[in-house]
């Protein structure tokens, strides 16, 4: 079994910066993708960006250079930071670990931007 935790979530004006993580712990597969979806009220949850444990990224089309996902695979830990924030990013974001055939998510982690 794996745990997902988020952090890094919170209040921030437009056009402010902020960066979340999540720490993956447990039964972890030596490659695997992780990645940052979001949902806002009454819309799907959308991808973001994914990385692989090899470091590869796909990012969503609508982030458009302002976020960027990272990761530390010594500390099971991927990232998200972003930039430039708007009010229509306001979501909750989730992170995810896809390995084999499981597919974990985080409890998500609410990011609100004020205009």
């Known amino acids: 079994q794996v745990q997902l935790v988020e952090s890094g979530g919170g209040l921030v004006q437009a056009g402010g910066s902020l960066r979340l993580a999540c720490a993956a712990s447990?039964?972890?597969?030596?490659?695997?993708?992780m990645g940052w979806y979001r949902q806002a009220p009454g819309k799907q949850r959308d991808l973001i960006a994914t990385i692989t444990s090899r470091g590869a990224t796909n990012y969503g089309d609508f982030v458009k250079g302002r976020f960027t996902i990272s990761r530390e695979n010594a500390k099971n830990t991927v990232y998200l930071q972003m930039n430039s924030l708007k009010p229509e990013d306001t979501a909750v974001y989730y992170c995810?670990?896809?390995?084999?055939?499981?597919?974990?998510w985080g409890q998500g982690t609410q990011v609100t931007v004020s205009s």
């Open positions: 995810n670990l896809a390995a084999g055939y499981s597919n974990y």
């Open positions: 447990g039964s972890i597969a030596g490659f695997n993708i």
